[in-house]
């Protein structure tokens, strides 16, 4: 029932969406121009295309956050039991966040989370 | 007493939640208008609709649905033209699983916690869209920053939540809202401390709106917007601040606790959102914008060892309660 009503909410979100650009439509002019289409650029003619190379520097964030992501997975099941299960759980996922946290240490200390 | 149909009421609860949808944050917006405002001492328009320019933000949704739908030539129409939607649809899925009071929610589920954080997180990819499909090297760099930060701060926010399901022993909204108690103020608040600062650079507002940053990024993934996709996008915005809102209210602050909680529970939820959402402008009024670096240090030197800690602490009480 619960996913019922989600999926209703979404399906009347989609709508809202549609109808107002529908009803948009009705309200707005539509006049394009060549110069309207052109890429902002701070008003100079735009230089080169939009999609350039560039370089990603963060990729070794992405790595870290891809890293903890996967424990949080774990983390969310875990949180619910963690009463009934005592002590023993509780060091097991020490030692399991212990690791990550290690490394999240080693990363720190030889200089990634630096920004280059 | 009648019994509703299924159907019915199905109809009904989504009519409801998209109703608080169109609602809120727009109350959210006027406010931060005219907090602003106030808090800065610049007044802004004041003569729309008389009493202190109330009827400002009524006028602004008059422009922005007025206005030619451009879309550059150098842009992936389809995405671009989709973006809007995937920043808001999200916002108002989420909002759905966010109780008021006990029973009055859109759908209570066991894993509520779960699902609003997983729903609120899909609403980035709109922003992603926008930045890449606009063609315009402004956009792509504000996306390409928006990616950096909610790569890093998803984590502790997603760790803040998880202290306190560990701290209620359960996912779901409603059970972890009874389960709070005034002591919680005291113990979680490392926890709530990393989840509103997280929560509102997730939302890339100042001091944490680097992916925009006016001064270098003229508007960043939404400088090719305009009219009424660009209204859309402010939309999630303040949606998104009353998605952080609500849900801080139900972890941290005890959702509907307080004083006749029975008779004016939803009265209670709805004063927190609400403070909490002026916490949120007030941020954006003292706070100068943050660099990129130092964006990244504060997210994994600062907040994710905090979270970590409060995590260990978190356990360790519950184990031995």
């Known amino acids: 029932m619960a996913y019922v009503v989600v999926g209703a909410v ?3 979100g989609v709508l809202f969406f549609a109808a107002g650009m529908a009803a948009n ?3 707005r002019p539509h006049a394009p121009t060549r110069a309207k289409g052109t890429t902002y650029e701070s008003g100079v003619d735009p230089v080169g295309g939009g999609w350039a190379q560039t370089n990603v520097r963060y990729y070794l964030f992405a790595y870290l956050y891809v890293v903890f992501a996967v424990d949080a997975v774990y983390l969310f099941p875990w949180a619910t039991v963690v009463d009934r299960y005592g002590w ?5 996922m020490g030692v399991f966040i212990g690791v990550l946290a290690v490394g999240l240490l080693y990363a720190w200390r030889s200089g990634v989370l630096r920004w280059v | 007493m009648t019994t509703v149909p299924d159907w019915l009421e199905v109809v009904l609860r989504a009519v409801a939640v998209l109703a608080a949808f169109l609602v809120l944050p727009l109350l959210v917006g006027q406010a931060e208008h005219k907090v602003m405002a106030h808090m800065q001492g610049r007044m802004g328009p004041m003569y729309a609709g008389g009493f202190h320019g109330w009827a400002q933000l009524v006028a602004d949704g008059v422009k922005f649905a007025q ?3 451009v879309a550059p030539r150098a842009a992936d129409r389809a995405v671009f033209r989709l973006a809007p939607a995937v920043a808001l649809v999200p916002y108002l899925v989420a909002l759905t699983a966010i109780p008021l009071a006990p029973g009055v929610v859109g759908a209570d589920m066991d894993a509520g916690l779960l699902f609003v954080l997983a729903a609120s997180a899909v609403g980035v990819l709109g922003t992603l869209m926008a930045g890449w499909a606009s063609g315009n090297k402004y956009s792509l760099l504000g996306g390409l920053r928006t990616a950096a930060q909610l790569l890093s701060y998803e984590l502790p926010l997603v760790l803040a939540a998880t202290s306190v399901a560990m701290a209620a022993g359960t996912l779901n909204l409603t059970g972890i809202a009874d389960a709070w108690g005034p002591w919680w103020l005291a113990w979680q608040l490392p926890a709530a401390a990393v989840f509103l600062v997280a929560g509102v650079a997730e939302l890339q507002r100042p001091p944490f ?3 925009i940053a006016d001064a270098e990024l003229v508007m960043g993934p939404y400088t090719e917007y305009g009219g009424l996709r660009f209204a859309l996008f402010l939309l ?14 139900v972890l941290f602050l005890g959702g509907w606790a307080g004083p006749f909680a029975h008779v004016v529970g939803w009265l209670w939820t709805l004063v927190k959102v609400f403070v909490v959402s002026v916490v949120v402008i007030w941020i954006r009024v003292a706070w100068p914008r943050l660099r990129e670096d130092q964006l990244q240090a504060l997210a994994w030197k600062v907040l994710v060892p905090v979270a970590l800690g409060q995590l260990v602490l978190t356990g360790v009480v519950v184990v031995a309660s």
């Open chain 1, 25 to 27: 439509r009705l309200l």
């Open chain 1, 10 to 12: 979404l399906l009347a």
């Open chain 1, 88 to 92: 023993a759980t509780l060091v097991e």
């Open chain 2, 236 to 249: 999630a915005e303040y949606a998104g601040i009353v998605v952080l809102a609500g849900l801080f209210t």
């Open chain 2, 209 to 211: 709106d680097m992916p």
């Open chain 2, 67 to 69: 206005k030619e739908d």
